[in-house]
């Protein structure tokens, strides 16, 4: 059990997060995901994990939480797991697993953030997903697309 060490890991929890979310057809609200990590590790949380740490929007909030948001983002950089907000709360999805109303919301998500590159030509900044730059034309070189879901 995780009692060694004085910080439970992210992937720690990471691996949990995968496996809750598998016997649950893959979506979670968040909620619930941090309730069952309290649940299975509340008894072995240290007095690290029970830290509590100032949020940049405000508030508090222990530093076990902080850990379990990096699991998400390492399952996020990974494609493996996406955040997604519905009836105004936040659900966690597992992508491979989850059905294609959530995988859609997922990736509609994606599209909306607008991540922007810079045109080596004139400057002007572009959306990511640009084949061409709007301002002058310059075709930028292909990116190998990742894929997210098998
Ligand atoms: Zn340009």
Same mark, same amino acid.
Not at 8 to 33: Q, R, W
Not at 91 to 105: G, I, N, P, Y
Not at 107 to 130: A, I, T, Y
């Given at each position: 059990?995780?009692?060694?060490?004085?910080?439970?890991?992210?992937?720690?929890?990471?691996?949990?997060?995968?496996?809750?979310?598998?016997? +649950?057809?893959?979506?979670?609200?968040?909620?619930?995901?941090?309730?069952?990590?309290?649940?299975?590790?509340?008894?072995?949380?240290?007095?690290?994990?029970?830290?509590?740490?100032?949020?940049? #929007?405000?508030?508090?909030?222990? =530093?076990?939480?902080? +850990?379990?948001?990096?699991?998400?983002?390492?399952?996020?950089?990974?494609?493996?797991?996406?955040?997604?907000?519905? =009836?105004? #709360?936040?659900?966690?999805?597992?992508?491979?697993?989850?059905?294609?109303?959530?995988?859609?919301?997922? #990736?509609?998500?994606?599209?909306? !953030?607008?991540?922007?590159?810079?045109?080596? +030509?004139? +400057?002007?900044?572009?959306?990511?997903?640009?084949?061409?730059?709007?301002?002058?034309?310059?075709?930028?070189?292909?990116?190998?697309?990742? !894929?997210?879901?098998?």
């Amino acid at each position: 059990m995780p009692n060694r060490k004085p910080e439970i890991a992210p992937a720690e929890y990471y691996d949990f997060i995968i496996d809750l979310l598998s016997c +649950n057809d893959g979506v979670l609200p968040m909620t619930k995901v941090f309730d069952a990590i309290e649940r299975f590790y509340g008894r072995h949380f240290s007095s690290a994990d029970k830290r509590m740490m100032t949020m940049r #929007q405000g508030g508090e909030r222990p =530093k076990w939480k902080n +850990n379990v948001d990096w699991a998400k983002a390492i399952g996020a950089k990974q494609g493996v797991l996406a955040t997604v907000t519905h =009836k105004g #709360q936040k659900w966690l999805v597992r992508l491979e697993e989850a059905d294609d109303f959530w995988v859609k919301k997922a #990736q509609k998500k994606k599209k909306k !953030r607008s991540f922007k590159k810079k045109c080596p +030509n004139c +400057n002007f900044w572009c959306k990511l997903g640009d084949k061409k730059c709007e301002s002058c034309g310059f075709e930028f070189p292909p990116v190998p697309e990742k !894929r997210l879901i098998d």
